[in-house]
Structure formats: structure tokens, C-alpha cells
């Protein structure tokens, strides 16, 4: 059974204005019906640009945003109907990591009290000293020393920070984390010390990891399966391997050819992808893509293409190949 | 004959005649040369060297990329090149940048300002900040023909449309009149390479230019300014901390560490057989895409603090192959086999 199951999941904004003569303008579709599925102990991936509503489903998924329609499953509950304490033992369960690690640490606690708050939280019958040897225990596990244990987040470097944000994460012991551009705001040389963390940590803990990222060299190197997302749409969804080596979808193709590669003299047969990434609010007419497709034809502004099979376990939307 | 004859003939100042003959040539053939450039930050709680002997040159035409950590010097090397250094704690404390043969550091300010936008154009990180939200792209643009001594609207107008044309802005001749809020990021990017190259400078920095850009878009507009390059034929600082930036557009690379470059070399020989450990490092560190391996390879601790960098050599406290010396000296920096040169003790070893 997969850990985190979504069905037809779908996030519209209504987008409206002025106070008292209020006038709705329309929907912004943020998420626009995607299924997808995350097996226990995998790192799923959702790669996309800005505005392909990767965020916004994670935020979902963390019961931050409301879904508009469609669901949501963890463990095969769904999490939309959830009561007050369900949505407690939830949060134990799914925890997540900031993009910015820097700006999710309060700058007036000490890393301490940042480390230890969620077992403050959600196992408030433990003692202070149990709570202060676990959170010690946490620090060292990602790697800091303990006399990091009374400093204020201002007193680490961006690397040191994201793995205090990484214990905070794992302190409770979730199933599920959720990382969001985890290493995008970092060095090179502390990215992959990060990456390495966090793989150590998974394979200890035997975690579930729904990373969203928009370099694609680093979910290659992460994730098991991918799913690549455009203006609210799964375009392309498989296992990573696959679709690395066989991308099928031309936006697909397009964004792995877009990627620098430290390579030299690397030639780019494809040329670059033409215009910008449409309005959400009046997404373009049958596949979102087609107005930047190289491979356009005319039904592909007719019909939306569904997501499809292609290969077991690798799914396409677009009927062109 | 006489004292030019014998000048001439000694076998004994072959050696010097060659140097000598080299050290014309190459100011001559170079556009830009920076030697021994020394820019220190006098703060409260003592002096940053944030760049700290940098020594490079670029030639006519030529795309040269500034790679590094965030801290390492990089973006305060390019600021230096245009005397943009904020004041006051920050001041170009040493060394020269000869720019077309003249010491940019001796120059008076009025003298500097006339060169900003005419020999030297900088496009910088966030476009967003560097377009003023209350005027429009045409006035902004239009800018740098004015300064050119143009007077007519008539004429300046043609000249942003024609520019902007070049940058591929569709439909431009709408677009004057729109507020930088109504462009995209990669549209705003666009406007601020055509404020750029307005005026046909001869060496073009940009610093970290696509950093808050998509990839799709990031691609755009890096094959744009290689284009643009090509048709002008300007050269190209890009300073970046994506190696695969610099690998796709530049033709050599000068990587930073903690305010001195270790290593300089053209972008085939250092990505294929990097000389200095950190380049080295970095190259095993960077995932990448289409090889999938189990663990990345990781550099231990984190970049020094400028405030107290870690004597010799600032990377030895993270070097796999450190020794005794390098606690002690800083390294001088040698050449490479394969061309450029890099600053490390186990390559002045291997000399010796």
C-alpha cells in the first residue's frame, strides 16, 4: 500500500478584488487534478519550474492549504475529513524541511528550544531532561556538536542551520518528510554534504522523502521516482532511472536539455524552448505546453491529453508519442 | 651596430628579450589585465580581506568565467573592476587593473564614470532591482543612448527598439511604454542586457545574471549573451557559482576561494583534469545529471570565515592532501600542465 496516495488532487485560488462591491475575476489553478502515489521508504520527486504548483502541493499534503477538490490519502486515510486529533497525530507523523532554512529558525530561540519544540508539542508528558538528552541525541545525529546546543541560529552558517532544520524534522520520528528545495540556498561543496545527510537519514530511519526541487541533476541523484509538473499538470511520471534515460514528453526533454552540465564542448541539439510558462489563470487550451511545443500539432490545442502509460510504471501526457 | 647589435646577438639575453617580448605582446593583446588586485573591508571588528591578490587577465572577445562559493570574492572582484566598491568600508587597498593598457585605479572619478556603460557594462543578479519601478523600459533603456549624446526622442526611440529587437523582446515597439512590473524575469533580464550592450562596451560583467531565472529561461538567456557576444564580439566576465554555466559559456575560468583565485585555466582543462584539490573537489562534489551514483563525494567542514581565515593556506583545514606547509605559506601559483596556473604546494612540489 503507498504511504501518500493523491487522487485527482486539485487546488483552485479565486482570484477577486475590491471590499465591498467584491467581483471575482476567476480561478487560479494552481494544482489541476494530479494523481500520484509515494511507496513507503522512496523519495518521490516533483521537479517543475516556478508556477508549476509543485509548492502548493506540498503545502496540501502538510494540511496547510485546503484542497478544492479530489484527495489526498496517508496511510490510506484521507486526510481532508481529519478532526482536531487526528490532524495532532498527522503532524507527528509528516514532518517537513524549508526551502529556506535560515528563515524557518526562530531567530530568538535557542537551537535547543528549536530542536526540541515539536516533542514540546506533541509529547508533552516528557520530562525536560528526557526532552534535552533526545534533541542532543538529534543534534548530533545530523551532525553538529553539542555545545551547538545554547547557540542562536545566527550564530551558524547556512549548512549548519539546514541541519538543525533537518533534526527539528526528525525529532518526533515522522514517517514522511517533506522537503522543499532543500539544498537550493546552499554552497556546492555544503550541498552534497546535505544530500549525503539526508540519505544517511533515511536509510536509518526508513523514511519517506517527498522532495520537491527544481535542479534536476540533484533529484536525479535523490529521488526513485520523478514526476515533472507543468502549470498544475503531471506532464511526465515514472520511475527516476527511466525517465532520465528515456525522457518521452518534449517539455521533458526540453528542461533536461536546458540544465548546464559541467561538461565542455557539450553541443545542445535542441534548440532552446521558445516563450514563457502560461497564465495559470486562463491556462492555454488543450495541452498546457503546446504554445511552446516544438512538436505542436493541431489537436493538442483540442483535447487536454490525459497521463498514460506507456511503459509499465512510466506515464506520458501527451499523445504524441 | 654597436650596443643594439650585441643587445641583439646575446645568447645570454635570449631568456630576457623573450620575457620582455611576451610581457609587450600580452599587454597588448589584452583587453583587461587585473594584477595583484587587493580589496579589503575596514570593519568594527577588523579588516576582511575579501579579495586578496587576484591576478587575471581577459582578452578581445573573450568569455572568461569567475566561479565560487558565496563569500569567496567573487562579485567584489567585478565591483572593483568598475571602481563600485561600496564606500566607505570597503576600499581597493593594492594592485592594478589595466583596462586597454590604462591603470583603471589612478583614474579620476568623473573619468571612471565616463567609462561605466561605454567600455565597461555590468548586468547585475536581480534585474528587478536594478530597473527603477516608476519609469518605463523605453525611458530606461533609452538612457544610455542619451548619455551617448543623442537628443532626439525620435531617434533614441529607434535605437531602444532596435536593441531590444536584439535581445529577442517580442513585439517591442508596444513594450516601451510598459513598467518593469509588466515584464516577466527573464524579460526584465533581456531589458537589462540591452541597457548593457546599448552603448557597445568592450568588456560586458555579469554578475550571477540568471540566478533568480528558471532553467528553461536560464537557457534563453545564456544562449542569448553567448550570441550577442559573438556579434559583437565583446568580451564576457560572467561570474557565477553554477560550474555548468561556466562550462556551457565560457572559454576559460577562474575559480575563487576565500578572496584569491586557486585556480585559472581554459574551462576543457579544468573540468577534465582539475589541478588545484578544491577545483578538484568540487568537480566530485557537483551531482550530476545522467550519472547516478550511490553517495556524492563531500568536502568536509564548511568555507572559512573572512573574518579569520585559517593560516597559509585558507583551504588546508578541507584538503584531502594537506601537509605541513601548508599551515604555514600561503602557495604561489605555478603553471599547469595543459595551460593556466593554480595555487597549491603539491603542485610546487611536483616542480621541484
Redesign the interface.
Same mark, same amino acid.
Given at each position: 500500500m503507498p504511504l501518500l496516495e493523491g487522487q485527482n488532487v486539485t487546488k483552485y485560488f479565486p482570484i477577486s478584488m475590491g471590499g465591498l462591491l467584491h467581483k471575482h475575476y476567476g480561478m487560479l489553478k494552481a494544482v489541476d487534478g494530479i494523481t500520484f502515489s509515494v511507496n513507503p521508504g522512496t523519495c518521490f520527486g516533483i521537479a517543475g519550474e516556478s508556477g508549476s504548483g509543485k509548492t502548493t502541493l506540498a503545502k496540501m499534503v502538510l494540511l496547510l492549504e485546503k484542497v478544492t477538490s479530489g484527495s489526498i490519502f496517508f496511510e490510506g486515510r484521507e486526510i481532508k475529513g481529519f478532526s482536531n486529533k487526528e490532524r495532532m497525530w498527522y503532524r507527528t507523523r509528516v514532518q517537513t524541511i524549508f526551502q529556506d532554512a535560515a528563515s524557518s529558525l526562530n531567530p530568538r530561540m535557542r537551537i535547543k528550544d528549536i530542536i526540541s519544540e515539536p516533542l514540546v508539542v506533541h509529547r508533552k508528558s516528557m520530562s525536560k531532561q528526557e526532552t534535552l538528552a533526545r534533541a542532543e541525541e538529534m543534534l548530533r545525529l545530523v551532525g553538529l556538536r553539542s555545545d551547538h546546543m545554547n547557540m542562536f541560529p545566527h550564530e551558524l552558517s547556512g549548512g549548519q542551520k539546514q541541519r538543525v532544520a533537518t533534526a527539528r524534522a526528525i525529532i518526533l520520528e515522522p514517517t514522511l518528510v517533506i522537503l522543499d528545495e532543500p539544498v537550493s540556498s546552499l554552497d556546492v561543496s555544503i550541498r552534497a554534504q546535505i544530500l549525503n545527510l539526508l540519505s544517511d537519514i533515511q536509510e536509518r530511519q526508513g523514511l519517506t522523502y517527498l522532495m520537491i526541487a527544481h535542479d534536476l541533476a540533484t533529484m536525479h541523484h535523490v529521488t526513485n521516482s520523478i514526476a515533472v509538473m507543468y502549470l498544475g499538470k503531471i506532464m511526465e511520471m515514472g520511475d527516476t532511472e527511466t525517465v532520465f534515460s528515456h525522457p518521452l514528453h518534449p517539455y521533458t526533454k526540453a528542461l533536461f536539455e536546458a540544465v548546464p552540465r559541467p561538461e565542455p564542448g557539450r553541443v545542445k541539439n535542441v534548440p532552446a524552448l521558445i516563450g514563457e510558462i502560461g497564465n495559470p489563470l486562463n491556462p492555454p487550451s488543450g495541452c498546457r505546453f503546446h504554445p511552446r511545443c516544438d512538436q505542436t500539432a493541431s489537436d493538442c490545442r483540442g483535447e487536454e491529453p490525459r497521463l498514460r502509460e506507456v511503459t509499465p510504471g512510466h506515464q506520458v501526457a501527451c499523445d504524441r508519442v | 651596430m654597436g650596443f643594439g647589435y650585441w643587445l641583439f646577438k646575446n645568447p645570454a639575453l635570449a631568456g630576457l628579450k623573450s620575457s620582455i617580448f611576451m610581457a609587450i605582446h600580452m599587454t597588448q593583446e589584452c583587453l583587461l589585465s587585473v594584477e595583484n588586485l587587493k580589496t579589503y573591508f575596514f570593519t568594527r571588528s577588523g579588516v576582511v580581506k575579501a579579495v586578496d591578490g587576484v591576478t587575471f587577465s581577459v582578452h578581445p572577445g573573450e568569455a572568461l568565467g569567475i566561479a565560487g562559493?558565496?563569500g569567496s570574492g567573487k562579485s567584489i572582484t567585478c565591483l572593483s573592476l568598475v571602481r563600485l566598491v561600496p564606500q566607505p568600508a570597503g576600499r581597493i587597498v593594492g594592485g592594478k587593473i589595466l583596462f586597454q593598457g590604462e591603470d583603471l585605479l589612478t583614474k579620476k572619478e568623473d573619468e571612471i564614470r565616463e567609462l561605466r556603460g561605454k567600455s565597461i557594462a555590468m548586468i547585475l543578479q536581480d534585474p528587478l532591482t536594478s530597473l527603477n519601478p516608476v519609469y518605463t523600459i523605453g525611458n530606461q533603456v533609452g538612457e544610455a543612448f542619451k548619455l551617448n549624446g543623442d537628443k532626439k526622442w525620435k531617434t533614441i526611440r529607434q535605437k531602444v527598439i532596435d536593441i531590444l529587437n536584439q535581445v529577442k523582446i517580442p513585439s517591442a515597439e508596444q513594450r516601451l511604454k510598459d513598467y518593469p512590473f509588466q515584464f516577466?524575469g *527573464?524579460?526584465r533580464q533581456r531589458v537589462l542586457a540591452a541597457t548593457g550592450i546599448a552603448r557597445k562596451p568592450k568588456l560586458l560583467i555579469a554578475d550571477e545574471p540568471t540566478t533568480s531565472l528558471?532553467?528553461?529561461?536560464?537557457?534563453?538567456f545564456?544562449?542569448l549573451l553567448k550570441e550577442l557576444q559573438q556579434q559583437t564580439q565583446m568580451s564576457l566576465i560572467l561570474v557565477t557559482?553554477?560550474?555548468?554555466?561556466?562550462?556551457?559559456t565560457c572559454d576559460r575560468v577562474a575559480v575563487m576561494y576565500a578572496g584569491k583565485i586557486v585556480e585559472i585555466g581554459s574551462?576543457?582543462r579544468v573540468?577534465?583534469a582539475p589541478a588545484h584539490p578544491y577545483t578538484n573537489?568540487?568537480?566530485k562534489?557537483?551531482?550530476?545529471? *545522467?550519472r547516478?551514483?550511490k553517495?556524492?563525494?563531500?568536502?568536509?567542514g564548511?568555507?572559512p570565515n573572512l573574518h579569520d581565515l585559517p593560516s597559509g593556506c585558507s583551504f588546508h583545514p578541507?584538503c584531502p592532501t594537506v601537509m605541513d606547509i601548508c599551515r604555514e605559506a600561503y602557495p604561489p601559483s605555478v603553471p599547469v600542465t595543459g595551460g593556466g596556473d593554480a595555487a597549491c604546494w603539491l603542485l610546487e612540489k611536483g616542480r621541484s
Open positions: - | 562559493e558565496s516577466s *527573464g524579460m528558471d532553467v528553461t529561461i536560464q537557457d534563453q545564456l544562449r557559482h553554477d560550474l555548468g554555466i561556466v562550462a556551457e574551462v576543457e573540468y577534465k573537489a568540487l568537480m562534489a557537483l551531482p550530476k545529471m *545522467g547516478k551514483s553517495r556524492l563525494y563531500q568536502i568536509e564548511e568555507p578541507r
